[in-house]
């Protein structure tokens, strides 16, 4: 069993676990969160994404957050993921991104949407 992600506690007063699923998951939502710079111990870590949800939006600028999501989960979860495809979409304060990947474990292919709202 895995922490579950973000922390808590159980019905029982105990830390609570998760799955392997949920915590790949939960995984995932974390690089994409984290701006680099805020882990210590890795500051490489993170996409940087909640500091660009009031960027322009260009065909260009897209193409490359795009191409450092992907590199960035290759690179922190390529061996617990593939990523078969990737959409991030940014309007007004909001963030979403759509993650189509395979668990390479099981091989089973899973869909996740992921959300931020800016303040308000």
Excluded: C
């Excluded at 984290?34 to 009031?54: A, M």
């Excluded at 193409?63 to 690179?75: D, K, T, V």
Aim: hydrophobic residues 35%.
């Amino acid at each position: 069993m895995n922490i579950d992600y973000p922390f808590h506690f159980d019905n029982r007063g105990r830390t609570a676990t998760t799955g392997d699923d949920d915590h790949i998951r939960d995984m995932i939502e974390q690089f994409l969160f984290t701006n680099p710079g805020e882990r210590v111990n890795r500051p490489e870590f993170g996409s940087g994404l909640l500091g660009l949800v009031f960027e322009p939006n260009s065909p260009e600028y897209g193409s490359l957050l795009h191409q450092g999501i992907q590199a960035g989960l290759q690179r922190w979860l390529g061996d617990l993921i593939e990523v078969r495809s990737l959409q991030v979409t940014s309007q007004e304060a909001a963030l979403r991104i759509e993650l189509k990947y395979a668990v390479r474990p099981s091989g089973e292919v899973r869909i996740e949407t992921f959300e931020r709202r800016g303040m308000q």
